[in-house]
């Protein structure tokens, strides 16, 4: 089992930045992979960036060069660096982790983490 808890939400004005944290406990290779989501109101789940334990990164088109995942290995601690945020970046920010990539780029990884709100103003 793999616990997340993610953190570093809130409020921000537009062009803005907020660091996203999410912990992980639990068996460490249930989050070999890890990776953020976001649900925006009335919009489906989209998969904004992926990391492998070894630092590979994988990044949405929507949000590249904007956006940046980096992981801790030694504090189990994965980041989403968000900067420039636009107001349609407002959405639910949830941490995913599974040991197989495949699953967290089809959106069905393992483990989720609860979510944290990111508001951006206009």
């Known amino acids: 089992q793999v616990q997340l808890v993610e953190s570093g939400g809130g409020l921000v004005q537009a062009g803005g930045s907020l660091r996203l944290s999410c912990v992980a406990s639990g068996s460490i290779y249930g989050f070999n992979v890890m990776g953020w989501y976001r649900r925006a109101p009335g919009s489906g789940r989209e998969m904004l960036a992926t990391v492998t334990s070894t630092g590979t990164t994988n990044d949405a088109d929507s949000v590249k060069d904007r956006f940046t995942i980096s992981r801790d290995n030694d504090k189990k601690t994965t980041y989403l660096q968000m900067n420039s945020l636009k107001p349609d970046a407002t959405a639910v920010y949830y941490c995913?982790?599974?040991?197989?990539?495949?699953?967290?780029?089809?959106?069905?990884?393992?483990?989720w983490g609860q979510g944290t709100q990111v508001t951006v103003s206009s």
């Open positions: 995913a982790a599974d040991s197989a990539l495949i699953r967290l780029r089809e959106a069905v990884p393992t483990y």
